[in-house]
């Protein structure tokens, strides 16, 4: 299809793949343990894994047992590392706190953060 982003797992996706997890009513029990989950998900090309890393923990394990070539993985690295180098996040690899603690402490952007929180409350 030429999808060239990355592809972020939905909250505890991986986790619903795994036999006899079950949360509310979504799962899909097609994995047997949570190391065949994580080799499902990073064959399918997730590449982040969202709320927890239990999962994709177990990655060089299955690198080593040869479940997963490490050209895959690397190839999976290269993905991440492209996209933020694109994005520009190794340009100035350091936040300045004190810059941090002055925008967080200006007074339009308390107001703009308060006008938003009641907006969600109001909904």
């Not at 006899?20 to 343990?33: C, S, T």
């Not at 499902?40 to 479940?67: C, D, Q």
């Not at 706190?97 to 938003?116: C, F, G, H, Q, Y």
Request: charged letters at 25%; proline letters at 4%.
């Amino acid at each position: 299809m030429g999808f060239k982003g990355i592809v972020v797992s939905d909250y505890f996706a991986i986790e619903l793949l795994t036999k006899g997890w079950i949360w509310e009513f979504n799962m899909h029990p097609v994995a047997n343990d949570s190391i065949e989950a994580a080799q499902m998900a990073f064959t399918a090309r997730v590449n982040i894994e969202m709320v927890n890393t239990k999962y994709y923990s177990a990655l060089p394990g299955l690198v080593k047992s040869g479940k997963i070539p490490e050209s895959v993985l690397d190839e999976a690295v290269k993905e991440i590392l492209t996209l933020k180098f694109k994005l520009g996040l190794f340009d100035k690899p350091y936040t300045d706190a004190r810059k941090m603690v002055e925008i967080s402490n200006d007074p339009a952007s308390k107001e703009v953060a308060l006008e938003t929180a009641n907006r969600q409350l109001s909904c």
